[in-house]
């Protein structure tokens, strides 16, 4: 770790470090690469070129323009035939947990699961596969995607898997369903309260059902069994090649669980070569940790590959598991309004705390309450335009502080598959009006304010072309509805990609050193089959990705 004035000093020893332009003739070796054939999205504007080379020499863009130029300034290079390609900026993922993608990867997936018998049968066929009595956890159940939508039982999982204690995230994470024996080991019964900012969800006679809602899913969790560090390790590196393999040059990890650890993991990656794409990593808003932290300072690797600057605040829960905090009960439930995850007055001193030591502060807010709360104490605690402080998600707004957040200069950092997974059921949970300030992207933009995309996996799926598609056009995969949901609040492609290149940058403060095509900035690229700018816009999705390039080198390379 370092503290900040040697985290200036290693960002000014980098951009000394730059590359000039190679003089013709110059000498080349292995460490230079020459990117050549395709159509690349260069420049500031991310205008797509036909014909366009690029020469990258020690992980930094050294030359972009005409072949015959590049030839002369690389003689000798690696070439990269790029020939009926879309070399693009490399995509990032503004918001995502990759440890938590690692450990779905490594478990039950329940993502997609149209019924709770469906669900249910995953778990019993996984509980075939380990050893009886040991701990079975997953996650990607959603209630909202069933005929009948309502949350499953312990019941259900007692009949099913009576040898395991289970506990099974919600698709979102904001919600876990445990069996009785998971409950029984945790002492969980009819006399255990609510805990602040959490619901436990009970039967008729006042029993915990099993499901259990925000800070209450932490009376399960804090007795399931943790991986071994060689676990977590292998789970990490599994994610991390699943990004680059999805076209991901990086990603924004929005939280995970021991972060001591998961950070040394990450840097143990990178001495050993086998961290292929960046992350910019947001600490948890533990008071311990933060202590620690803002005594030494945000953390710069020399090359980017791990950034840890930004601190991470929970206003409140999930839409989907109605622990959005609202500022009127919900339409679909009136005797609810959400939940409070964290305090106001708390979110307004962690957030004095950490922009004071120089930590940007990222505030989990989905429901108008919610975003009201997180502005509201970015207000009292000073922030600036300069300090990029973000609200994650913002996914229901009121209208009036969609502007005060493009005029306090706060980056909304969404994630578009959210609004094409919602869709069926969100206006129903908020009603005709609150929709307006949902999901809106366009009004965002059009304010004046800044977004930065991603898809929050493992709650969507992790491909980021899966996001620009849904941005676009707001429809499913199968093109429903006919012309787009609230298609008002489509983007354009051009503002889609800047959504996962240049604006997850300058949500990193890496908007000088990535996001654009240009000389001098780092080498990351994500090149594509195809003219993707012409390609329809119904197949976005199925965009295919042919190489990744992190700092120059491959990442990933397609069959």
């Known amino acids: 770790m370092m503290n900040r004035f040697a985290l200036a000093l290693s960002i000014l020893l980098i951009a000394a470090c730059t590359n000039p332009p190679a003089q013709p003739g110059a000498a080349t070796t292995s460490d230079t690469l020459l990117i050549h054939g395709g159509i690349a999205w260069i420049g500031p504007d991310q205008r797509p070129s036909p014909g366009s080379a690029i020469v990258v020499r020690k992980g930094r863009i050294d030359f972009v323009g005409p072949l015959a130029e590049a030839e002369r300034r690389a003689p000798g290079a690696r070439r990269l035939d790029a020939a009926g390609m879309t070399v693009l900026p490399g995509l990032v993922d503004s918001h995502a947990h990759v440890d938590g993608l690692g450990t779905v990867l490594d478990t039950v997936d329940l993502t997609g699961t149209k019924s709770v018998d469906e669900v249910i049968a995953r ?3 996984y509980a075939k596969t380990v050893p009886a009595g040991s701990w079975i956890t997953g996650r990607g159940w959603d209630q909202n995607d069933w005929p009948v939508r ?3 039982t312990a019941a259900l999982l007692d009949a099913a898997v009576p040898d395991h204690p289970v ?3 919600r698709v979102d994470g904001h919600a876990s ?3 009785s024996a998971a409950m029984k080991l945790a002492g969980i019964d009819a006399t255990t309260k609510d805990p602040e900012g959490g619901r436990i969800l009970r039967d008729a006679s006042g029993a915990p059902s099993g499901v259990f809602i925000d800070n209450a899913e932490g009376l399960v969790e804090r007795v399931i069994s943790e991986p071994s560090r060689e676990v977590r390790k292998a789970r990490l590196r599994k994610a991390l090649e699943n990004l680059a393999s999805h076209g991901l040059t990086g990603a924004h990890e929005a939280g ?3 972060p001591d650890e998961l950070i040394a993991l990450y840097r ?9 794409t960046r992350v910019y990593y947001m600490l948890p808003a533990d008071d311990a940790l933060l202590d620690t932290w803002i005594a030494s300072g945000p953390l710069v690797d020399f090359g980017y590959k791990l950034t840890v600057r930004s601190v991470k605040i929970y206003a409140d829960g999930a839409l989907g598991s109605r622990g959005a905090a609202m500022l009127e009960p919900y339409s679909d439930e009136p005797s609810r309004k959400g939940l409070l995850v964290t305090q106001p007055e708390q979110v307004e001193t962690i957030a004095k705390r950490a922009a004071d030591a120089g930590f940007q502060v990222a505030t989990h807010a989905i429901g108008d309450r919610g975003v009201r709360i997180a502005l509201d104490a970015y207000a009292k605690a000073g922030a600036k335009a300069e300090d990029r402080f973000r609200i994650e998600h913002f996914q229901v707004a009121a209208l009036d502080d969609i502007d005060r957040l493009a005029k306090m200069g706060v980056i909304a950092a969404m994630q578009p598959t959210h609004a094409t997974s919602d869709m069926p059921w969100a206006e129903e949970r908020v009603g005709p009006e609150r929709i307006k300030g949902a999901y809106a992207w366009r009004k965002v933009l059009d304010a004046g304010g800044r977004l930065a995309l991603g898809s929050d996996f493992p709650v969507e799926h992790v491909n980021p072309f899966y996001g620009i598609h849904s941005a676009v056009t707001r429809q499913d995969h199968d093109g429903h509805p006919p012309g787009g949901w609230t298609p008002s609040e489509k983007l354009s492609l051009a503002e889609a990609v800047r959504g996962f290149t240049l604006d997850p940058a300058f949500a990193a ?3 000088e050193t990535r996001g654009t095509i240009e000389a001098g900035k780092w080498a990351d690229f994500t090149i594509v089959d195809g003219d993707f700018a012409n390609a329809p ?3 976005i999705w199925k965009t295919k990705v042919r190489y990744t390039i992190v700092n120059g080198e491959i990442a990933y390379k397609g069959k």
């Open 268 to 276: 143990e990656l990178i001495d050993e070569g086998a961290m292929p």
């Open 509 to 511: 403060f890496e908007d």
């Open 177 to 179: 369903l445990a069996n």
């Open 167 to 169: 506990c099974v995230s």
């Open 256 to 258: 995970s669980r021991g």
């Open 150 to 152: 309502e949350y499953p």
């Open 123 to 125: 778990i019993a066929e």
């Open 537 to 539: 816009a119904s197949e």
